[in-house]
């Protein structure tokens, strides 16, 4: 009982302090999930973006002679985008072989390129490629052909010796066109090329095959390197910063396409037999269908003069008899002419790299020319 004027007692309602101290260490422990939510939509949209115009890691058949799948040339297997070099979707069939774009000719006759990167050539579109340029020249002139082109990045010589017995089996071909670089002509294709190397025996080069890396014996073992591949074959952006990292690291290095002039300059076999080896080596085991195109350096600037590897390969067709031609004097006339260049593109440094359209096209127009013999028979 309180008496009148005493303080009165204030009594609190009894609280729960163990939920309320939990209150603001649930808003703190959750904070970042906004975040969280932003990183995850932000390269969601990254990764549909760039799909657009870069794949994920794709995987074309290896140039194996004995495991290589059988492609009727009707069915496009592989689809590769990418922006590194120009703007390109490049289209492959189920036996690595690019796509020209053009209807196939029904009991047409067959033409085959062999090259590396510049016959897989996915800088430019399949209706760009030298193949698809050669094909609509030659069907122009009355001659129903069909162009079967064969291009594996970073490979040489060997791999056209391996791959051609099969390929010219399966498609029996008029002509077989290798397009050779600088590097052909150097000591790579005997100890620095891709999966297949060469060495002589009796006079010619024979391929030999280059050992793998072991794969997994268990293929559920999960591994690093297994878990990255997943993870580059189905994220473009994964694979994007995984090539530009490469890129970053590879870039004191000249890269395939750069040769320097003096290529040949550290070569331990004389230019001039492997000039010999390799001309005598591919016209055999083409059953003398071939017809080689050089593809040198040819930039902004400077006379390009003719380089010692070109010419020693000059001499050694001559000496074979076999046709060969350089695309120097073309790509010259095209840089003089219009000021245009056979090479590079609007993203990359000009007249350095890859063909580009303008040089599949002249590339084509060569080829085209030296089928034009006067022993040719006249179109059907």
């Known amino acids: 009982m309180t008496t009148p004027g005493s303080p009165v007692l204030q009594v609190a309602e ?4 163990k939920n309320d101290s939990r ?5 703190a422990k959750f904070r970042w999930l906004p975040a969280l939510a932003g990183i995850v939509v932000a390269l969601g949209l990254a990764e549909m973006g760039l799909r657009l115009i870069f794949s994920p ?3 074309l058949p290896a140039p194996d002679p004995d495991n290589l799948p059988i492609s009727t040339g009707s069915a496009t297997q592989y689809t590769i985008r990418q922006y590194r070099e120009g703007f390109a979707v490049s289209h492959y069939f189920a036996d690595g072989a690019r796509e020209t774009g053009n209807p196939p000719i029904s009991n047409g006759v067959n033409y085959l390129i062999f090259g590396n990167s510049f016959v897989e050539a996915r800088q430019v579109p399949d209706k760009e490629t030298m193949g698809s340029v050669l094909e609509r020249i030659e069907r122009r002139n009355g001659y129903p052909i069909n162009v079967r082109q064969y291009g594996w990045d970073g490979t040489s010589t060997g791999t056209y010796l391996a791959m051609m017995p099969v390929l010219t089996a399966r498609w029996h071909p008029d002509k077989v066109i290798v397009i050779i670089t600088p590097f052909e ?3 790579r294709p ?5 999966n297949w190397t060469v060495r002589t025996n009796n006079g010619l080069l024979e391929p030999v095959k280059v050992n793998s890396p072991r794969p997994n014996s268990n293929p559920r073992t999960i591994t690093v390197k297994r878990v990255g591949t997943y993870i580059l074959s189905h994220s473009a952006l994964a694979f994007a910063v995984f090539t530009r990292i490469k890129e970053i690291r590879a870039a004191r290095h000249a890269s395939d396409a750069d040769v320097p002039e003096d290529a040949n300059a550290s070569s331990k076999v004389p230019l001039l037999e492997i ?3 390799t001309v005598k080596s591919l016209d055999a ?3 003398h269908k071939l017809i080689l195109v050089y593809v040198p350096e040819v930039d902004a600037a400077g006379d390009n003069r003719t380089d010692k590897g070109e010419r020693a390969l000059l001499d050694a067709c001559d000496e074979f008899r076999v046709d060969c031609v350089s695309a120097r004097s073309a790509m010259l006339a095209l840089r003089r002419t219009h000021d245009e260049l056979a090479r590079g593109f609007e993203n990359t440094l000009i007249g350095t790299g890859h063909l580009n359209a303008l040089g599949h096209r002249l590339i084509a127009q060569l080829i085209a ?6 022993n040719r028979q006249p179109p059907l």
Do not use: C, I, K
Not at 14 to 17: E, F, L
């Open 14 to 17: 009894p609280t729960d302090s």
């Open 23 to 27: 209150r603001p260490m649930r808003r």
């Open 57 to 59: 890691l794709v995987y």
């Open 185 to 187: 002509l150097t000591d």
């Open 190 to 194: 005997f100890s620095g090329a891709w």
């Open 275 to 277: 000039a010999r080896l």
């Open 285 to 287: 085991a083409s059953n």
């Open 369 to 374: 020319e030296q089928l034009q013999s006067p």
